[in-house]
């Protein structure tokens, strides 16, 4: 089956501009979350959505936001980029139910973005 | 959710099993090991992942203590496509709760195999 797909894999934009993602879950994965992954900072948890509702949140500004759709497919918009910014974000899917097996994430391969 | 301890790298020999630990030292009961990886430029990616009893699956097997401080990640047979980072992940399997999608990454062991 295909796996969570993320678009555009590649994007550079200038300080202050906006930036949304998209993340296309593996069918039948209702949780979508997102990550950033900076080389000073590592993986860190931005949001999950699940039915349509953010259910979670790490500890990044209101810059950060992001929403799900009903077909489950996830975006996340940045707002006035900073240079910061500058990450590989990542997109994982998951079944979320109550067994822990299914409680595996799978992540997509990223969308790396560059801020000049 | 608990914090683990990896070492910064490791080696091993292309053939060889691989054998990653993990300390866990404050675990509660109703936390989880996982295992993710992390090949270069790519998303992490799942391996494995036991609450008290080890666990194999055709990527690995994990050997968790029986007090369950500590775990082991085990490639039984190494090939270079597994040089990667390798996450220990401890976290509580919370059903009907709101943690199903956050994992907290540590930085990771970089597991360099040579041929």
């Known amino acids: 089956k295909a796996g969570v797909t993320q678009t555009p894999r590649y994007l550079i934009k200038t300080r202050g501009q906006q930036v949304t993602l998209s993340c296309s879950p593996i069918s039948g994965h209702r949780s979508v979350s997102w990550y950033q992954q900076t080389p000073g900072q590592g993986l860190q948890f931005l949001f999950e959505y699940f039915s349509e509702t953010q259910r979670n949140k790490g500890n990044f500004p209101g810059r950060f936001s992001g929403r799900q759709f009903s077909n489950s497919r996830s975006e996340m918009n940045v707002s006035t980029l900073e240079l910061g910014d500058s990450a590989l974000y990542l997109c994982a899917s998951s079944f979320r139910a109550g067994d822990a097996g299914a409680n595996v994430l799978t992540f997509g391969a990223g969308s790396r973005l560059t801020v000049l | 959710d608990a914090k683990t301890t990896q070492p910064t790298s490791m080696d091993c020999a292309e053939g060889r099993a691989a054998n990653l630990p993990c300390n866990h030292s404050?675990?509660?009961?109703?936390?989880?090991v996982y295992w993710y990886r992390q090949i270069h430029s790519q998303g992490p990616q799942y391996i494995i992942h036991?609450?008290?009893n080890n666990e194999t699956n055709e990527m690995a097997s994990l050997i968790i203590t029986e007090d369950r401080k500590s775990s082991t990640l085990i490639l039984p047979h190494a090939t270079l496509r597994d040089t990667a980072v390798y996450y220990c992940?401890?976290?509580?399997?919370?059903?009907?709760?709101?943690?199903?999608?956050?994992?907290?990454f540590g930085q990771g062991t970089i597991l360099t195999v040579h041929p």
């Open positions: 404050t675990i509660s009961g109703n936390e989880y």
């Open positions: 036991g609450l008290k």
């Open positions: 992940i401890v976290r509580v399997f919370n059903a009907g709760g709101t943690s199903y999608g956050k994992l907290t």
